[in-house]
Every structure is written in C-alpha cells, then in structure tokens.
C-alpha cells in the first residue's frame, strides 16, 4: 500500500495551494481518507477527513479554507487550501483509515511553507 502526497511548495501569505493524495493497493471507496499537518515542534494534528460518501469534518482553524474532496475512480483525494496564513506551516500527511477493519496507513508527507 501506498500514499503517495504532492502538491507542498513555498507561498506567500494569502495564497493558495492544492494538495494531491494518490493511493495505490487498495480500494479507496472502502476507506476514510485525512489530512493531517505536523508544524516543528508540535504533534500532528487532524486537519481534514472524508468519509465515503462524502461526509467532511475539518478543524476549526481551517474551517472555510480548506476543502477536501475525493475521487474514488481515480484513487485520489485532494486538499485545496486557501488564503493561507503562516501557522499553515507544515509537513501535510495523507491517510487511510479502513471503514470496515482496524487498518490505518499513512503517507509520507509534503511540506508546506507560508511565508513572505
């Protein structure tokens, strides 16, 4: 299995950025995908998560930011992030989390830099 993260780059404060997770080895329609960001020195935390069908959950800093979308036809689940702000720093990391077994996988992250 695996999550392949894309997207991360350096903008500027107020920007955007839209972050690609592709899966492969598994059946993306069986799972619940996230997002999750980890600042220096600080725990990971949930950003966004999608349910199939598509139910959101975001927390409350990025709430009418970012929009997490999926598409289970082509394996993917995207994270448009906008009018960023610098303690949007972080590496971003996509996850799987099994809607039928205790099964979770997690990829290897991309780093987001907000900064003039």
């Known amino acids: 299995v695996q999550l392949q993260a894309s997207g991360g780059g350096l903008v500027q404060p107020g920007g955007s950025l839209r972050l690609s997770c592709v899966a492969s080895?598994?059946?993306?329609?069986?799972?619940?995908m996230g997002w999750y960001r980890q600042a220096p020195g600080s725990q990971r935390e949930l950003v966004a998560l999608?349910?199939?069908?598509?139910?959101?959950t975001y927390n409350e800093p990025v709430k009418g930011r970012f929009t997490i979308s999926r598409d289970n036809a082509k394996n993917t689940v995207q994270l448009q992030m906008n009018t960023l702000k610098p303690e949007d720093t972080a590496v971003y990391y996509c996850?799987?989390?099994?809607?039928?077994?205790?099964?979770?996988?997690w990829g290897q992250g991309t780093l987001v830099t907000v900064s003039s």
């Open positions: 080895g598994i059946t993306l329609s069986m799972y619940k």
């Open positions: 999608i349910d199939n069908p598509g139910g959101t």
């Open positions: 996850s799987a989390r099994s809607r039928y077994v205790n099964r979770s996988y």
